[in-house]
């Protein structure tokens, strides 16, 4: 068995043995949250560490997801699973159309460029309240498939730890694969990775669809588990949070993309207690982690216990 696989298999074992010690449901709900998060930032993470681009508007496809999850079954009567499969279709469609134009800018355009399809997003379904509910949002059906659902949080937490590890799975195996080392080729430098016969645009295309569709696919989860949606879910807000959770956790690191979901997610719930201050201090411990562990939390551990090895 390879090192991945072994990793893959202790993952698995343990999400299995997770809420054999988590204390209560408080605990468990925060932690179907996190497997939530972490399966949009691990998509974020392939367009921003592994393919080197910036997108500040990722929350959008994170709504879509939610959205057509929420205004599909309630009312125009679609089974919630096939509203689930539509909002991946309508994220990487969006996706692909925008991503050739947008994907050819680079440094602060294509920050721009990508900030302004988020802004979009967000302006859509706070207008169009006839569907979307508006600034006060909606209430999502329950995901069901031939009758059966999650149900309670102990239900939910075995869809989401295996949506986790499949989406985990997933991300490692185009990693290690041949467009995975495109992708790091051209992150690396453009005209290298041109002159050895990488297609830049179709591969930027690519990560960007990847990303999109599986931030849907978390936007979906998130609106059945939690039964109702705002726009927060596109806001400007929401894809900073995650652009901050890839780059705290490491950029390009699959299990850095979780670890900064984890720690984000966990974070302002555990600092809840200092009113009043609990920003400030999350803010402070946001920028101490980023003095002392520049490449994020995962890549600069790795590198220093593999150095230490070394020596």
Avoid: C
């Avoid at 074992?13 to 998060?37: C, G, K, M, T, Y």
């Avoid at 730890?161 to 989406?167: D, E, F, I």
């Avoid at 994020?296 to 590198?303: E, F, K, Q």
């Amino acid at each position: 068995m390879s090192a991945r696989w072994r990793v893959l298999v202790g993952f698995a074992v343990l999400l299995a043995l997770l809420p054999l010690v988590v204390p209560n449901s408080f605990v468990l709900d925060l932690v179907n949250r996190i497997a939530i998060n972490a399966i949009a930032v691990i998509g974020l993470n392939l367009v921003m560490g592994y393919a080197g681009q910036v997108s500040l508007g990722h929350a959008a496809f994170f709504g879509i997801g939610a959205y057509l999850s929420g205004v599909l079954p309630s009312q125009y009567g679609w089974p919630p699973v096939a509203a689930l499969g539509a909002g991946l279709a309508a994220a990487g469609g969006l996706a692909f159309a925008v991503g050739r134009p947008i994907l050819r800018l680079k440094g602060h355009y294509l920050a721009m460029a990508t900030l302004g399809l988020g802004i979009i997003g967000a302006i859509v379904v706070t207008n169009e309240s006839r569907w979307t509910g508006g600034p006060d949002g909606m209430p999502v059906d329950a995901l069901t498939l031939f009758g059966h659902g999650p149900g309670n949080e102990k239900g939910w937490y075995a869809v989401l730890a295996v949506a986790l590890w499949l989406t985990v799975w997933l991300a490692q195996n185009l990693v290690d694969s041949p467009v995975g080392r495109a992708l790091r080729t051209l992150h690396g430098s453009e005209p290298a990775a041109q002159s050895v016969g990488i297609d830049v645009p179709k591969y930027k295309v690519r990560a960007f669809v990847v990303a999109a569709m599986l931030a849907s696919f978390a936007g979906s989860l998130f609106a059945h588990y939690v039964g109702f949606i705002t726009p927060q879910v596109s806001s400007f807000m929401h894809s900073i949070e995650l652009v901050t959770m890839v780059v705290v956790g490491g950029m390009a690191s699959v299990w850095g993309s979780v670890l900064g979901a984890a720690l984000l997610t966990a974070l302002p719930q555990l600092l809840a207690d200092f009113e009043g201050w609990e920003m400030v201090l999350f803010g402070g411990l946001l920028v101490v982690t980023m003095v002392l562990l520049p490449r994020g939390v995962v890549p600069t551990l790795a590198r220093r216990l593999g150095g230490r090895a070394r020596a």
